[in-house]
């Protein structure tokens, strides 16, 4: 069932979400091949930590990992992933349904790499769901900040 929070905002920004069975979705390949898209297609996102404690949500392509070089000269700290614990407690989501909408308490970065499709998919706040939408729509709705901070080599 996709969290009240998130259906408001996909309804105020004539968006659907696409609800599939429980735990259908809860990674990058599954959703791809649930959906019937590439991988890089989904928009994946993922929770980081800072050395300074701060968190930041990472919107990123489902193909790519997050290089940690480039992650520490955009947040000017060390980052680590966060934990399973921390990712739900920051976001309300569990990891494998982290949405990217209505996430007013965190920094949001989003990788350039997914502007090169046409249709992206974050998920809607669980694992069994996506929301088709364009690169720069879930930019402009986010309010992310877009950024480079995947590996080149993957």
Known sequence: ??????????????????????????????????????????????????????YYLVICPGNLRICNKKAKKIIGSRVRMAQASETE????????????FGMDNLDILIDERLAQYQTIYPAAGNDASGVAITFSRLQTITAARVVDIMLDNH
């Open 89 to 100: 407690q920051v976001t309300g989501f569990k990891p494998g349904g982290v949405c990217p």
């Open 1 to 54: 069932m996709i969290p009240e929070k998130v259906r408001r905002i996909l309804t105020e920004n004539d968006l659907v979400a696409m609800e599939f069975s429980p735990g259908s979705t809860p990674t990058s390949e599954a959703a791809a091949q649930q959906i019937g898209v590439q991988i890089g297609q989904i928009a994946k996102s993922m929770v980081l930590k800072a050395k300074t404690g701060y």
